[in-house]
């Protein structure tokens, strides 16, 4: 049965610190009901590969991916796979391609609702089935969800058993209804479900709010009102938190898949036509049939949406149409489909759907809030447009374009598109210059990632409202103080995060190496994050970023800095609370608590020559996490502290971190041998 703890037990196996220990390489993957066998390997490839790069590997076969699959489990040696919610045996036929067939020190670990299904998997080993809970065990969690401790005040103990008997022995019932009834909840691990479906905490809020459904409050805003909701339906054990931004804030949430299906079948009543998911079925067609589907208010479809768009689609009522199906193009025809059959569509979510371009009549689609689309561009250098009818979107506030060229021009005049509040590209993009009678553009707040060209007085004069910017391309000049734009920033006296990437393409991104930064003061006064990529700067250039005093996290990625020391300046980085470092040629870091008096999370990712983290972090009462990946030699000195007595032991203790995530495995045995890892 859904809701056993199947996912729970499973966690714990594979967060357990022996088995950490014992395997070097650890994968989970959530296959699902509609899982695709790509998506499968392209998520193991996701976590074993430090350098991964989306838009290669999804152009790539299956065969492809399931080969280099294979051959990367099978150069980790031991490693542990965890196949979680396998629905049939056919279904682990497809995706056993991608194991090493000579591998005898792997271990892959399935989770499934069907007996037959762990039978199939290995014949020499029967499944462990789970059980439902007895009433006492059920009251015993039900107490530590709801009281923290393992007891209920006298006056609710009867209806309290009540409560649990009801729950007919479910973990992830008693969890649920325990969310609802307590003020305050528990993060621990019983909270985790089975099988979940994982969205962006961002484009959640945004749909919500382009959909209507979120309302404004007096002196609060509609994402801050959004924000409180989705942190209710968190604590209440109903969606979970699953990843974490650097500043502690939720990245992305999930849903139990049991309490999706509940949602799909209220949703889908036809009473309320509030929501529909077409599917494929084995009999060769949709279902629900498009006739059927055109009544509801919300579609969603993740497989066979081309067969869908071949029929004569009709929706005057649809509001929400979404799809995360596996990444095709669509024909041009096809595309129209869309504004012609759904004249009242407020949010399209289509990033897997690559246009080959916008038809002509997509503007009619006037009444849209949100709008998520992908372009596919002839070739590489050519850059992909966004066409000047786009202006004529006049609802639109979130416009989310990403392409498969290396920029993107828009033709429309986004100054003048009343409503937009968030655009947001994965390349470098061109904005209009803003005409005469484009007076709107404050109520932008997210603008990435824009070309340094695009970065103008007149840009900046209208979205003066903007918290983020993500500026894209060659920065030598924009940050120059004689001839660059820098300068016009000092106008954007709301804008919290900074995102510069240095693209020099088609010349090699060391060639682009900027010599320094603007003085301190040019920065501005309210920026809490700061991210650099690929600039190639001296560290003595840390002193400017030092002087930022609301500075909170600052990510210093792919060559960002340069050199093989960094001695921290004092009276610097007051305020900074994440530091993260990603591919750097440092190999020698002075610093002391007083340097970084405010750290908590240091993130030290392919820093593959840094000799060790300095020793005199150890004093800063605040550092809580140290994440390492890829950093061999710092690994191996933290486990030469640890295993060369006393002092070491003493040392490595000061570094009172409360979570050390790194690979220690590969470390420990390079140093002490096998025997003594």
Known sequence: MPGLGKT?????????????????????VYVSQEFTEKEVFLSILRQMKTQFNEDEYTKKRCSDLAK????????????????????????????????????????VMITSRQMDVGKHVNRFREPHPLRKLDLEESCELLQWEVFKKPEFPPELKRVGREIAAKCDGLPLAIVVIGGVLATKFSKSETQ???????????????????????????????????????????NRNLVMAAKFKA?????????????R??????????????????????????????????????????????????????????????????????????????????????????????????????????????????LKSESNSTPSILPSTFKKLWNIQTLIVDTTSRSLDIKADVMSMTQLRHLKTNVCTTLLKPGKYSKEGEKLQTLSTVSPESCTEAIFDRARNLIKLGIRGILSSFLNSKTGTFDCLTK?????????????????????????????????????SLTLQNTFLEWTNMSTLGS????????????????????????????????????????IWTASSQHFPSLKQLQLHNCEKLKEVPIGLADNPNLECLDLHSCVEVASCLCREACC????????????????CMNLCTACKKVNGEKNA
């Not at 939720?250 to 049991?258: E, G, L, M, P």
């Not at 804008?495 to 501005?524: C, I």
């Not at 960002?560 to 020391?565: Q, S």
């Not at 002092?647 to 490595?652: D, H, I, P, W």
């Open 645 to 660: 007595g006393e002092e070491g032991r003493r040392r490595l203790n000061a570094l009172h971190f409360s979570t050390i």
């Open 68 to 107: 280099e699959t294979s051959a990367l489990l099978g150069e980790a040696g031991k490693f542990l796979l965890v196949m979680d919610d396998v629905w049939e045996t056919t279904d682990w036929d497809k995706i056993k391609e991608c194991l090493p067939e000579d591998s005898t020190r792997g271990k």
């Open 192 to 234: 985790m479900g089975e099988s979940f479906y994982e969205y962006f905490e961002w484009k959640l809020i945004r749909m919500w709010i382009a959909e209507g459904l979120i309302q404004p409050k007096d002196g609060i805003t509609m994402k801050e009102v959004a924000g409180y909701n989705l942190d209710d339906l968190i």
């Open 8 to 28: 729970t037990l499973a966690g714990k196996i594979f967060h357990d610190p022996d088995i950490k220990y014992e395997f070097t390489t650890r994968v989970w």
């Open 548 to 587: 930022l005093q609301k500075l909170k996290v600052l990510k210093l990625k792919d060559k960002a800095f340069v050199g093989t020391r960094w001695e921290a300046m004092e009276r610097c980085f007051n305020a900074l609370e994440v530091l993260h470092t990603r591919r750097t040629d440092l190999l």
């Open 261 to 374: 299906d509940l949602c799909r079948v209220e949703g889908g009543k036809e009473s309320d036509n509030f929501y529909q998911e077409i599917k494929w079925c084995s009999d060769g067609g949709l279902q629900p049939s498009v006739t059927e589907a055109q009544k509801h208010r919300r579609l969603c479809i993740h497989s066979h949406v081309m067969d869908f768009f071949g029929k004569n689609l009709k929706g005057p009522y649809v509001r929400s149409f979404v799809t995360f199906s596996e990444d095709i193009e669509v024909p041009l025809d096809k595309i129209s489909a869309i504004s012609s059959a759904f004249k009242l569509l407020r949010v399209l979510e289509a990033k897997h759907l690559k246009f080959s371009r916008i038809p002509k009549d997509f503007h009619e689609l006037f009444h849209t809030r949100y709008l998520a689309l992908s």
């Open 492 to 528: 954007l006296s709301y804008l919290e995060k900074l995102k510069l990437q240095n693209d020099v393409y088609p010349k090699a991104p060391s060639l682009g190496k900027l010599d320094s930064l603007p003085p301190a003061y040019k920065f501005l006064v309210n920026l809490t």
């Open 247 to 259: 500043d502690g804030r939720v990245k992305s949430c999930r849903i139990h898949d049991r309490l």
